[in-house]
């Protein structure tokens, strides 16, 4: 399924703005500004200028939070994306409610504290951003993410994501009746299926002890569709129908 | 959700011709000729006369199939369509490939080898079946049952049907994460279903042995699944 772009000049002003530009451009602001975000339960809370807010709405970090502060907008991040702007791009520091800069390696037990799938979830979230996929929470579909070409405004998203893996194998798509179900949702909201399988690329890792054990994942790529034998045949048919 | 009807005379139909009425024809009618289902796999196939094939429709059990017998409509019925006709209603013997009749326990026996789940499963079909419900696969909808009021053509079904197991050490393969709750409910939302989870429990008993007796002693407790918005729900 090629990109569904919304109205005449989406793909051109697409073109024109390419994502990883604008995530670089983010990133220049936010370190420059010595951005810092603080952790607040399953999220991460990011403060930011009106600068950097139109940039993380065009790169879709975060969620604008409402606030009575008229300079300073807010964002919250979920993990995923805030360890990606802390680890990947280390564009931002995260504090925790003592106000104490966090390091890497306490970040990633925080994270994996609350929520023991996050080695892999990050894993796939991060391998999306990297091939410059504007990634967002899939909940509203039943998937762990939806990817989108480039912002959301310009183009229909084209894949719901579920990731799996070996702590969460066994949570989705474990009998039929979850794949019928995740194809049709699919279906009917025009996106395909995308499956990440994430894990270790070698037997004698030891679990996720610090973010270094993102290395040691692999990620493989799987897109799951109906397939029609009356759609998928030849044009040629072979005696009577 | 209120049941939807299709078309204007389609509740005075349903009314004029109650389910438990037809059902009740169909198993006179299959006693009558000794009627014999055949054990295929995951299946069993029933040969019907014309009678009984207008009320096997009628009632809604297993799917004609083509063949080039121009005497007999032949039927496949799933386990738990198969199991009731035999094991509840009394109506059908089955045999299997060495054209043995088999016992009700030689059945149980056979289709839970075949899908571990068909104790649950079957408590869950008949659970609802004896209630006057029709139900049919819900694989369309990714559910496992969906039930109707009375015939698919006079009535949209109303439920999207899940059936999980108590006491299952591995627990269910079904709604272990929020993301299946969202994908499922947006699912019956979208074809305007209520998810309907029917939670069997085996109240102790083991499936092994003894075998068929076992069944009698589970219990089914029902629930509902919707979203719950809060601006439509207040006062």
């Not at chain 1, 912002?151 to 894949?159: A, C, G, T």
């Not at chain 2, 059945?107 to 899908?115: A, R």
Request: proline share 3%.
């Amino acid at each position: 399924m090629g990109p569904r772009w919304k109205g005449k000049r989406s793909e051109e002003k697409a073109l024109a703005n390419p994502i990883s530009k604008l995530i670089s451009d983010l990133r220049s602001s936010l370190i420059k500004s010595n951005s810092q975000a603080m952790l607040s339960g399953c999220s991460v809370l990011l403060k930011c200028n009106p600068e950097q807010t139109e940039l993380l709405n065009q790169t879709c970090f975060g969620r604008p939070v409402i606030t009575a502060e008229k300079d300073n907008h807010r964002f919250e991040l979920s993990l995923e994306e805030a360890f990606y702007l802390c680890f990947s791009l280390k564009c931002i520091k995260i504090v925790g409610g003592d106000n104490v800069t966090r390091t890497d390696n306490e970040l990633w037990e925080y994270m994996i504290f609350k929520r023991e799938s996050f080695p892999y979830t990050f894993k796939a979230y991060s391998h999306l951003r990297n091939h410059n996929w504007v990634v967002r929470s899939g909940c509203q579909y039943g998937a762990d993410f939806v990817a989108y070409r480039h912002h959301p405004s310009l183009v229909h998203s084209e894949y719901c994501v579920l990731v799996l893996s070996e702590s969460n194998v066994n949570d989705r798509l474990r009998v039929w009746s979850d794949y019928q179900s995740m194809v049709r949702i699919c279906g009917s909201v025009n996106k395909t299926l995308l499956v990440l399988h994430v894990h270790k690329n070698c037997e004698n890792v030891i679990t996720s002890s610090s973010p270094s054990f993102i290395d040691a994942l692999n990620v493989e790529e799987r897109t799951i569709t109906r397939w029609d034998p009356k759609r998928c045949r030849e044009k040629q048919q072979v005696g009577t129908e | 959700m209120a049941p939807r009807w299709k078309g204007k005379g389609s509740e005075a139909t349903a009314l004029a011709n109650p389910i438990s009425k037809s059902i009740s024809d169909l198993q006179s009618s299959l006693i009558r000729s000794n009627c014999e289902g055949i054990l295929s796999g995951c299946s069993v196939l029933l040969a019907c006369n014309p009678e009984q094939t207008d009320l096997m429709n009628q009632t809604c059990f297993g799917r004609p199939i083509i063949t080039v017998d121009k005497d007999k409509q032949w039927f496949q019925l799933t386990l738990e369509e198969a199991f009731y006709l035999c094991y509840s209603l009394k109506c059908i013997k089955i045999v299997g490939g060495d054209h043995t009749i088999k016992t009700d326990n030689e059945l149980w026996e056979h289709m839970t080898c075949n899908k571990a789940s068909f104790p649950d499963f079957f408590k869950a079909y008949s659970h609802l079946r004896v209630k006057n419900w029709v139900v049919r696969s819900g694989c369309q909808f990714g559910v496992d049952f969906v039930a109707y009021r009375h015939h698919p053509s006079l009535v949209h079904s109303e439920y999207g049907v899940l059936v999980f197991s108590e006491g299952n050490e591995n627990g269910n393969d079904r709604f272990r994460v929020w993301s299946d709750y969202q994908c499922t409910l947006r699912l019956c939302g979208g074809v305007a279903k209520t998810l309907l989870i029917l939670l069997v429990s085996r109240n102790g008993k083991s499936v092994i042995s003894p075998l068929l007796n076992c069944i009698d002693d589970y219990s089914v407790e029902e629930r509902i699944v919707t979203r719950w918005t809060p601006e439509r729900s207040r006062e």
